[in-house]
């Protein structure tokens, strides 16, 4: 049984706490959060024990794996925390708000000799994985215009989110799950020019950025918290090249039909296991059988790159252009 470790009892730990559940073989063991009521919910449910502090929990729980699942400004802390107590560490995105800090976490982890694996959740979701398949077998072609976006209300369910040296806004919070995406499917960024439009509270809630790939390909970003509250959530994708375009939007997806055989037409949700499941499964895997995670730190760290150039190109109006390591 693999012992997990949960600390932040918000809407992210409640997700992770209703994932765990579709895994096998692993179980919540400990809870941390500020608020003892809220951990004691979750906890509950898994005969688990309740910590306000994370370092008594680290010092007294029985855990194999600390999943950090709080706000963003605070992940360094608990992450070089856990890693010393020779925790494996799974932490939501962003990594981080600076890359000092990143890159602080990514080093207390290697000295410690445990997984570290960051939480950009979108590499798992079966329809991005299955664009990103057909982009690199070839049968769309040279890819040439990518567009995404990514838009809803203002996220009221935690007030850290409104303040943006904590939570880094849209560009850092929200449009970074498809700047890790497309890293993933196209490579390094060399050129970020982004724009921002105050919304609520005068905030720079809407976004658009433009990235301009190593490769050529240019890709369209679009993040918004700036629509009214009660609109849906809304994500797409569309990745154009010389042969073909692949498309999906959350409002228009279907279940995979599967015919042939001698089997009657049946139809198959590609969610059956939920993408936050499957992105726990894999960490476990990897703490397990020694492998890198597909989201590691120092993947992270490099999509996190992406979105400070957005946050500096939406302040100076300038394009910021990118390091590209020599190959």
Known sequence: MFKIGLVGAGVMGQTHHRSYRQLADVKIAAVCDIDEEKAGKIAGEWGA?????????????DIDAVDVCLPTDLHRQA?????????HVFCEKPIALTVEDSEAMIAACRKANVTFMVGHVVRFFPEYRSAREQLLSGKLGTP?????????????????FADYSRSGGPLVDLAIHDFDYLRWCFGPVSRV???????????????????R???GAMAHVEASWGYPQ???????IEIAGTKGIVQYDKDKSNSIVQFGGKQPVSWDSPLAI?????????????????ETPLTSGEEALESLKIGLAALESSKTGKPVQLEVEPK
Do not use: N
Request: proline content about 4%; some cysteine; charged content about 20%.
């Open 49 to 61: 024990a309740v910590y306000s502090s994370l370092e008594d929990m680290l010092k007294h729980a």
């Open 79 to 87: 992450v070089e925390l856990a890693a010393a107590y020779g925790k």
């Open 144 to 160: 040439g215009v990518v567009r995404t976006i990514r838009s809803g209300a203002f996220p009221l369910w935690s007030d850290w």
């Open 193 to 211: 020019f982004s724009r921002t439009l105050g919304g609520r509270l005068e905030k720079a809630d809407h976004s658009l950025t433009v990235l």
């Open 213 to 215: 790939f190593e490769s």
């Open 230 to 236: 009660g609109a849906p959530f809304q994500t797409s």
């Open 274 to 290: 939920s993408p936050y499941a499957l992105e726990l499964e894999h960490f476990i895997r990897c703490v397990q059988t020694g």
